[in-house]
């Protein structure tokens, strides 16, 4: 089992920034590849950031490309979402996600970009860019 607990989340301009942490407990850190995943009303949940067991690789949605990053801190079991220059359409529920499995040979580079493989979710946290 995997605990997932999001924090960051709020009320932000178009153009300012926040900065969303997952703390997960439960397993080894180091063992679990992490993404963040969104969802706006109305519509499906979205893939936005994914990051390798290692926090050396990274993958993006074009949508976020240029303005967050993904970060990790397995020393404290932790991780991020920068997110700049936000605009109204980043509006959504955040959720960050932990895959056991994924990667074969390429264990600790493998970076999930899909919520089909993804084992555990938090349960979310509001961001709202007002216009």
């Known amino acids: 089992q995997v605990q997932l607990v999001e924090s960051g989340g709020g009320l932000v301009q178009t153009g300012g920034s926040l900065r969303l942490s997952c703390a997960a407990s439960g397993r080894t850190f180091s063992t679990v590849a992490m993404a963040w995943f969104r969802q706006a009303p109305g519509k499906e949940r979205e893939f936005v950031a994914g990051?390798?067991?290692?926090?050396?690789?990274?993958a993006y949605a074009d949508s976020v490309k240029g303005r967050f990053t993904i970060s990790r801190d397995n020393a404290k079991n932790t991780v991020f979402l920068q997110m700049n220059s936000l605009k109204p359409e980043d509006t959504a529920v955040y959720y960050c996600?932990?895959?056991?499995?994924?990667?074969?040979?390429?264990?600790?580079?493998?970076?999930?970009?899909?919520?089909?493989?993804?084992?555990?979710w938090g349960k979310g946290t509001l961001v709202t860019v007002s216009s």
């Open positions: 996600a932990a895959a056991l499995g994924g990667g074969g040979f390429n264990y600790y580079s493998y970076t999930p970009r899909t919520s089909n493989v993804m084992d555990y």
């Open positions: 990051i390798s067991r290692s926090g050396t690789n990274t």
